[in-house]
């Protein structure tokens, strides 16, 4: 065992690398070396000495064939010849790119599958309209999805208006309340100038100090998310009344409302603040006289104070 151990070679030695610089490409050192290329030689002998298909020896063979020009002791020649025809002539109709016939036999196109006369053009064909109609969809796809993104941000940017909006005319409605009641007025101009309220109708029989529902004052109606059902009471059994205490019609929700007459609203509402009481929301000011307010308030609009 000893003996073997010592005859293999050590393929980290010094020695050994230092004998590599002296062998030649292709030239073994060792005996794994030289099977190695032993059996690479065989492959290649192999694949070399490897016999052509079968297809690939009738291709070569009608290449051949089809290379060669017709002999003049053909019977085909012999009947060409008869109707005229001479060595080097040109046959068949003028086509297009050909100034006088055919010069070389037509190509010979064989088929490799059993799929009918004309089936590859009308694959070809189907798959060229399936390939369009794909288009068309997907460009259909496209259009559609930038109308629903045109739509969502044109829904969005009315919901964020109608919010500012909203926002604007509960303010000036506030105001405009505090306003005129300074002028000892006791009803709006108009109905949905001050803040509508709701409260529960007086009743003959008596409620309990349990049951009682203190009237919602402190809310406006209209800015109020809950305030269509005040404990599950009917519109029968409350009333809407102002700040004063007096009676009030039931308004519309501003939110339900189409966002141009919510604007309406707003427009309505400041020109009524800057006319009678020269106050403007946005300024959050009253101002002394007309020439200090067109002189002082920049503009009508939220926009003119941004």
Known sequence: MASESESEEDYMSETFLASLDDVKPGVSATREQRRQLKLQEKREEIRVNKPPKKAELEKAKRDEVLAKPISAESKGFALLAKMGYKPGMKLGVQKEGQSNGLEEPLSIDLKANRAGLGHEAEEEKQKKERVEAHMKHMKARAAMHNVLVGDFRKRKRNQDEQKILIADIMKSRKACHE?????????????????????????????????????????????????????????????????????????????????????????????????????????????????????????TTRGDHE
């Not at 809950?226 to 308004?251: I, M, T």
């Not at 604007?263 to 929301?281: E, M």
């Open 179 to 299: 306003l005129d009641t300074r002028n000892e007025r006791e009803l709006p101009v108009e109905d949905w100038h001050w803040p509508i309220y709701r409260e529960r109708k007086a009743t003959e029989e008596p409620v309990p100090a349990s049951a009682r529902v203190p009237p919602r004052r402190n809310v406006p109606f209209s800015d109020d998310e809950d305030d269509h059902e005040l404990h599950g009471e009917d519109d029968e059994e409350v009333s809407y009344v102002y700040a004063n205490g007096k009676p009030a019609p039931r308004e519309e929700r501003l939110r339900d409302l189409p966002l141009d007459e919510i604007d309406d609203k707003l427009q309505r509402i400041t020109k009524h603040l800057r006319d009678t009481h020269l106050y403007c929301v946005w300024c959050g000011h009253q101002y002394e006289s007309e020439f200090e307010l067109s002189d002082q308030c920049p503009g």
